[in-house]
Structure formats: C-alpha cells, structure tokens
C-alpha cells in the first residue's frame, strides 16, 4: 500500500492509503503498484482508475497534470481534475453540445484546435459522468 494525494489548483481532490493506480500519460496509460521505483511523467485526458486499501475503486477524470511517485508515495498534479461522481451528466452533455456548435464557427486552425480540445473534454468528462450514474443505480 502507498499514499496518493491528487491535487488541483482549487483544492486536495483526494488523499488516502491505496494499492494500485492506473493513470492515462500521454504516452499511454501507466499502473502503479506499492514498491513503484521513483518516476515523473506528464499526464494526459483521462481517468485516474484508483482502488482504495478495503479493494473499493474510485475514479477521477483528469484533464493533464503530472504524476510523480516516491517511496511508495504518489502525488498528482492535476490542471484540471474532479471526481466522477460530481460531474453532473446534464452539465457535460450542454458543454459538449456548446463545443460542438463553437465548431461549426472556428475562423481558424488554432481556434479549431483549441475548441475539438474542449469537445473532447466535455464528451469524456459525459461519459464518465454516465457510468458513474449508471454504476450507482445498479447499487
């Protein structure tokens, strides 16, 4: 077991004793395992798959941030990241539909990129909104 702390700008996101982590780098995703050798790595669009000591998993949506693990501590610098379960879908979905309609107005290539950044974001931040809501109905 080690300690993960997941930091944001705004606030500790999350901070407690886990077993593994699975974490999307922008080379791919990466696992992190007790006894990890020290490594930093640059993290991309995606979820932070967490499985907590008592085997219960949570999941973060991250827009990038940096990893850096260390004596069997893990820290996440995260620019953007919040927990599944927080993200309203209705929320998401309008954000998406926003981006989407932006698109269809971009004047140029980097006005382009940046807003099909945006719209992959909010179609992720959708989905993992959907499974989390899906997931706690089963429940």
């Given at each position: 077991m080690y300690h993960l702390s997941v930091i944001t700008p705004e606030k500790s996101l999350f901070e407690d004793d886990v077993t593994s982590i699975i974490?999307?780098?922008?080379k791919g995703e990466m696992g992190v395992l007790t006894?990890?050798?020290p490594v930093i790595a640059q993290l991309g669009l995606g979820s932070?798959?967490?499985?907590?000591?008592?085997q219960s998993e949570t999941v973060i949506f991250i827009g990038s941030g940096?990893?850096?693990?260390n004596n069997n501590k893990a820290t996440i610098l995260a620019d953007q990241a919040e927990n599944v379960e927080d993200i309203a879908v209705e929320q998401a979905s309008k954000a998406r539909k926003n981006a989407e309609?932006?698109?269809?107005?971009?004047?140029?290539q980097v006005e382009i990129d940046r807003i099909y950044q945006e719209l992959k974001?909010?179609?992720?931040?959708e989905q993992l909104a959907g499974i989390a809501k899906y997931k706690k109905g089963k429940k």
């Open positions: 974490v999307p780098t922008t006894g990890h050798h932070i798959q967490i499985t907590l000591a008592d940096y990893l850096e693990v309609e932006l698109l269809k107005t971009a004047k140029d974001t909010q179609l992720l931040r």
